[in-house]
């Protein structure tokens, strides 16, 4: 039932008869098994957004309404619905308004109906299938006289036929398992055992299978399903159905050198269809809702501005740059157009896979019908498999895109051939990280027998299975065969809200539990290194020691300072030295990725002189500051604070306060103001003989630098004004007193 590429006309049609609803205690009638089966099937069609055409139509009905109908021929067939796209009113159809019927109607007359239906209503449309898809039990009499004339237009017109029974149909005697009879342990189950079928159904199937193999031959019998098999098939919504779209271009290699080329996409990553919208909570109607947007002024009237005289801006640390659509536009990068020209060429080791990024993956070919492209990429691509080398390429979808730097690289198979591009990263999109090495660390030195074991869990939890004999490979969980459960979930729950408007939404889906599961084999077969590794590896519970609370933790004076508070203070932050060494492991020098944490372990494991890392520390600062970037601002304060912390701690205040006074004559220098108010915010000063006894700065001294950013707001100010005075505007200057 599940078709893809190209457009079809679908007509279901389906036996509504009172003797469909008949089943045995416990079981589901194969009325409701057949429109659980029609549900899944169109709702499928409608979140895939399929642009085939669905038709319904409805033999046993009490009344009569199909273009055939007569007076004694086509009775009680009602075309329930003409082709069109199916949508959620069809569902609800499907699920409230088909009703069983007291009438007995020929399903051969039906179909003649559905192949009229097709016939007239793809007249002057583009259809690449015309489809039947019946559902029946066959316990109704039927007339096989015109069945040869059913046979032969069905052939001349092209139209396909599936049959859907409760019970399934073998090869051989009629009935019994179809070959793939473990598809059919449904918890469903066959409405009717074998043994239940009555000599009407089995007329009806022997008529059926002679339909079917007259059509499609032996494989025709393929093309009838048991309602148990097709809800199993069938559980899964169909993934999104997206055209292949070309795209033409010039591979270029230096300036002789063009093929033509077509690239097409072969992995891009899906996303859930933007469509959600605001509607009225009571009609649900979109119109209902008017979303208006007003600009104010921060002030107290909150005067409104009209959106012409508005511009959009970038915030800068904490200046905001205006920026309008023209220098936007200005801005962006123009390029000729569209462009894959290779770069250079580089072996294929040199490229790894971590390096692989973007949303998609284009599969290159030469263009169609042109020998000269086809021969001279071929040659490329053989060229390139055989020196094991790959193409450095410079790629940019149309004149409007920033261009990208990939990796073309061959892909040869027996079908065909051609060029595979990748994204690669540039320098900003790099992420470099430091971790502390294992093997330094003697307390997570592995034994022997620990690594078999974790050897021995790898291997028990391989996903590829491997048959020597038969030299073949399986994949035993192959992930571009398992839909996206985030997909699934959101159908589910939309279609349950579409026709249960006032119900809970329902739990996830079994199938899509068991889908994300490792497979059984694999589970099974872990099972004893996993128990090796729970051996070897124990696990204990650290309980947190009491603190013993001695007299003078009880008694002492919370107000005192002097060396007991130092003591204490001291030992806390030991604590805290400890923990960030484990985490360091072995640090020789101050490094750019955690310079202040780097610090902080050097100086308190006296592995350099305090000069010597503050020294390497503060080189870091600068080269922050150079960037003139808010994210490596915070990484200097982080840097500054630890700094001060420690000067206070080894009585080395004196380095700290000497470079304080410099970083304030280089953020002069280097117009730095704006950081420097971070670091006046941040409550960063000179370190005065209250904070250590070594110091000689006085609190008032230290306050002098926190006047330099009161000068500098100033001396900015004092800029705009003459600015705004030189463009005729009236200014008013106000000091951080708030006086004119």
């Not at 079809?8 to 008869?17: G, K, P, S, T, Y």
């Not at 729950?493 to 996830?508: D, F, G, S, T, V």
């Not at 630098?705 to 100010?717: G, V």
Request: one cysteine or more; glycine letters at 4%.
């Amino acid at each position: 039932m599940a078709w893809s590429g190209n457009k079809a006309a679908v007509v279901l049609c389906m036996d509504v008869r009172f003797a469909m609803s008949n089943s045995f205690p416990g079981e589901e009638s194969p009325f409701e098994l057949a429109k659980k089966v029609m549900t899944m099937f169109v709702q499928r069609q409608v979140f895939a957004e399929s642009k085939d055409e669905i038709a319904l139509v409805l033999f046993g009905t009490d009344g009569t309404e199909n273009a055939l109908a007569g007076e004694d021929q086509y009775q009680n067939i009602t075309v329930h619905r003409h082709l069109m796209l199916p949508d959620f009113d069809l569902l609800e159809d499907i699920e409230s308004k088909i009703q069983p019927g007291s009438q007995q109607a020929d399903f051969l007359d039906a179909l003649i109906v559905c192949m009229d239906l097709i016939q007239q209503e793809t007249v002057g449309k583009k259809f690449e299938k015309r489809h039947i898809e019946v559902f029946t039990d066959l316990s109704s009499p039927f007339s096989g006289d015109q069945l040869d004339i059913i046979i032969h237009n069905l052939k001349k017109s092209g139209i396909s036929l599936q049959f859907f029974l409760p019970f399934p149909v073998g090869k051989e005697d009629g009935t019994g398992d179809r070959g793939d009879g473990h598809l059919l342990s449904d918890h469903h189950g066959p409405s009717f055992p074998l043994k239940g079928i009555s000599e009407q159904q089995k007329e009806g199937i022997q008529m059926v299978k002679k339909v079917m193999m007259s059509l499609e031959g032996e494989d025709g019998l393929e093309e009838i399903y048991s309602f148990s098999e097709s809800l199993r098939q069938l559980c899964v919504f169909k993934k999104i159905e997206r055209r292949s779209i070309p795209w033409p271009c010039q591979l270029t290699i230096g300036s002789n050198l063009s093929i033509k080329i077509v690239a097409y996409k072969s992995i891009l990553q899906e996303k859930v269809k933007k469509c959600w919208t605001v509607v009225d909570a009571r009609t649900q109607k979109k119109e209902d809702i008017q979303k208006e947007t007003v600009y104010c002024l921060n002030d107290d009237d909150e005067t409104e501005v009209p959106k012409e005289d508005t511009i959009q801006g970038f915030r800068y640390g904490s200046d905001i740059i205006p920026f309008s659509k023209v220098d936007e536009e200005q801005m962006k990068y123009k390029s000729e157009g569209k462009c894959f020209s290779v770069l250079g060429f580089c072996r294929s080791s040199q490229v790894h896979m971590k390096y692989f990024m973007g949303n998609q993956v284009l599969k290159v070919f030469a263009a169609k019908d042109d020998e000269a492209a086809a021969v001279a990429l071929s040659s490329l691509i053989h060229a390139l498999d055989e020196l094991d080398m790959v193409a450095v390429v410079r790629y940019a979808y149309d004149r409007r895109a920033n261009p990208q730097v990939g990796v073309a690289f061959p892909y040869i198979r027996d079908a065909y051939e051609c060029l595979m591009y990748v994204q690669l990263p540039f320098m900003e999109d790099l992420r470099q990280y430091m971790f502390s090495s294992l093997k330094n660390n003697g307390k997570c030195t592995p034994t022997e027998a620990q690594l078999s074991a974790v050897d021995a869990l790898i291997d028990s939890m391989s996903l590829v299975k491997k048959d020597e004999e038969e030299g073949t490979i399986e994949d035993l969980f192959p992930t571009s065969k398992i839909p996206n459960p985030q997909f699934q979930r959101l159908f589910q729950c939309l279609l349950h809200r579409a026709l249960h408007p006032q119900e809970p939404l329902p739990p996830i889906q079994r199938h899509v539990l068991d889908m994300l599961d490792p497979p059984s084999e694999v589970t099974a077969k872990c099972q004893v290194p996993v128990s090796k590794i729970k051996t070897l590896f124990p696990l204990t519970e650290v309980l947190k020691k009491k603190d013993q609370v001695t007299a003078q933790d009880i008694f002492q004076d919370n107000h005192e300072e002097g060396p007991t508070s130092k003591k204490l203070r001291t030992e806390g932050e030991e604590a805290h030295f400890s923990i960030s060494s484990l985490a360091e492991g072995s640090v020789t020098r101050v490094g750019s990725v955690n310079p202040a944490e780097n610090f902080r372990v050097l100086v308190r494991q006296k592995k350099t002189s305090f000069e010597e890392a503050s020294h390497q520390l503060i080189n870091h600062i600068e080269q922050f500051l150079d960037t003139n970037e808010t994210l490596y601002f915070m990484k200097s304060m982080d840097c500054i604070r630890v700094f001060r912390e420690e000067a206070i701690q080894f009585s080395e205040e004196q380095h700290f306060n000497s470079f304080l006074k410099a970083l304030r004559e280089k953020v002069e220098v280097k117009q730095l103001n704006h950081f420097w108010e971070i670091v006046i915010q941040d409550g960063i000063t000179l370190i005065t003989k209250d904070e250590a006894s070594g110091s000689s700065v006085t609190a008032e001294e230290a306050k002098k630098n926190e006047n330099l950013t009161l000068y500098i707001k100033n001396i900015f100010k004092w800029h705009l004004l003459i600015f705004g005075e030189k463009c005729g505007r009236e200014s008013v200057h106000t000091d951080d007193n708030g006086e004119n």
